[in-house]
C-alpha cells in the first residue's frame, strides 16, 4: 500500500507563504535511513514521518529530518504535522489539545479558533542561555560588524535548538542585511549550533507585527529559513528573561520570510510562568499517495538534482510521483 504524502505551507497567512513542510503518514515501516534518504529527495528544510505513539500521553509519535540529519526539535514542523494528523482524521482534537512525542520529549499543542482561522500552538521546550553579554558579543562582531545593535545583548539559548541571537537597532538594518553565511556555518560548527538568527522592532508601532526575525541556520545547510518557530521560541524566551515587564512579553506577532518571498507570520504567547508558545495557521497544499520504492530506500541520503544552494528560496523539491491533489482555495488551511 502506497503511504501518503502531504505538503504543507506552516506560519502561513495563505497558501504559498510561510515555510514548505513535507510529511508522511504510514510510513511506520520504513527504516531510519529511508526516512533520510526521502527527505533528502524531498529537499524541504524538513519532512517529519507521522507515527503511532508509543507513549500513552502522546497523541502521535514525530520524527523530523532535515536534508542531511534528524533533529530533535522544530516549530514548523511540529505546527505543520498536528495539522495534517487532524486535517486527515489520524487524530481528533481533544479539550486539553495534542501532545506530540518526539525527540525533544512530550510537546503540548494547543488550538484557537476553527476551521481555516484556526491556530495550532506549540508550547516550546524550555531554554537557557548558555553565553550573553560581552562574551557572545564579541563572538558574534566580526559577523555584526558595522550593524548597530538593539537594546538586548546578543547571546547563545538553546532549548530543543541551539541558537546564537543578536537584536538590531531597525527594521530597515535587518531586512536589508546580506550577512556571511561561510561565516554563520564555521560559527554553527564551532558551537554545535544551527547558526545566526537576528531581530528588529517593527518600525510601524501600527502593523500588523511587532518584531521581525530572520534566521539562518548554516548548521544544517540552509542559507536562511523562511519561518522557524525554534528560533522564535527561543527569541521569546530570552525577551521574557530579560524584559519580564516589557510590551513584548505579553505576547507578540512575527514578521519572517519576507526577504526570500515567503511572508510568513508567527504569533509568540507566554504562560504565567513565561513559558512560551508559538503558533500560526497553516494551508494544506498538496495532498497524494507516496511510491517510494525498496531501492530507493536504501541508498544513502541524495540530495534533489533540483536544488541549488540548499535554502528554500532556490529548492524547488522533489515531490511524488502520482495521486497528486492541489486542495481548492475552500478546502485548503
Not at 10 to 26: E, K, M, W
Not at 188 to 193: M, R
Not at 266 to 280: A, H, K, L, P
Amino acid at each position: 500500500m502506497a503511504e501518503r504524502f502531504l505538503q504543507l505551507d506552516v506560519f502561513a497567512d495563505r497558501p504559498g507563504g510561510g515555510n514548505p513542510l513535507g510529511v508522511v503518514i504510514g510510513a511506520a515501516h520504513w527504516s531510519d535511513s529511508a526516512m533520510q534518504s526521502f527527505a533528502a529527495w524531498v529537499d524541504l528544510v524538513e519532512t517529519t514521518f507521522l507515527l503511532p505513539a508509543s507513549d500513552p500521553l502522546a497523541s502521535y509519535r514525530l520524527r523530523i529530518f532535515t536534508p542531511t540529519r534528524e533533529i530533535a526539535f522544530a516549530g514548523h514542523p511540529t505546527i505543520g504535522s498536528a495539522h495534517a494528523a487532524l486535517a486527515t482524521g489520524l487524530v481528533e482534537l481533544p479539550a486539553q489539545g495534542l501532545v506530540q512525542q518526539c525527540a525533544a520529549g512530550l510537546l503540548p499543542i494547543r488550538a484557537q479558533g476553527e476551521g481555516a482561522q484556526r491556530r495550532l500552538f506549540v508550547q516550546a521546550p524550555a531554554a537557557r542561555v548558555l553565553l550573553d553579554g560581552d562574551a557572545a558579543g564579541a563572538r558574534l562582531q566580526p559577523l555584526l560588524a558595522g550593524l548597530e545593535l538593539g537594546a538586548l545583548a546578543p547571546a547563545l539559548v538553546e532549548g530543543g535548538r541551539r541558537w546564537w541571537m543578536a537584536e538590531l537597532a531597525s527594521e530597515a538594518q535587518l531586512r536589508a542585511w546580506r550577512p556571511d553565511h561561510a561565516q554563520i556555518a564555521a560559527l554553527a560548527k564551532d558551537s554545535d549550533s544551527l547558526g545566526l538568527c537576528v531581530f528588529a522592532r517593527a518600525a510601524d508601532v501600527d502593523c500588523d507585527y511587532q518584531l521581525v526575525v530572520r534566521a539562518f541556520p548554516a548548521g544544517v545547510g540552509i542559507i536562511e529559513d523562511p519561518a522557524s518557530g525554534a528560533a522564535n521560541g527561543l527569541i521569546g524566551a530570552y525577551i521574557a528573561l530579560s524584559e519580564p515587564a516589557g510590551p513584548l512579553a505579553r505576547g507578540y506577532r512575527v514578521s519572517q520570510g519576507r526577504e526570500i518571498g515567503r511572508d510568513a507570520v508567527i504569533d509568540v504567547e507566554f504562560d504565567s510562568d513565561s513559558r512560551v508558545w508559538v503558533g500560526g495557521r497553516t494551508h494544506l497544499v498538496i495532498e497524494g499517495a507516496l511510491h517510494w520504492p525498496p531501492e530507493a530506500r536504501s541508498q544513502g541520503p541524495q540530495r534533489s538534482p533540483n536544488a541549488f544552494c540548499g535554502c528554500s528560496a532556490c529548492s524547488v523539491g522533489g515531490g511524488v510521483r502520482s495521486s497528486i491533489r492541489i486542495p481548492s482555495p475552500s478546502a485548503a488551511g
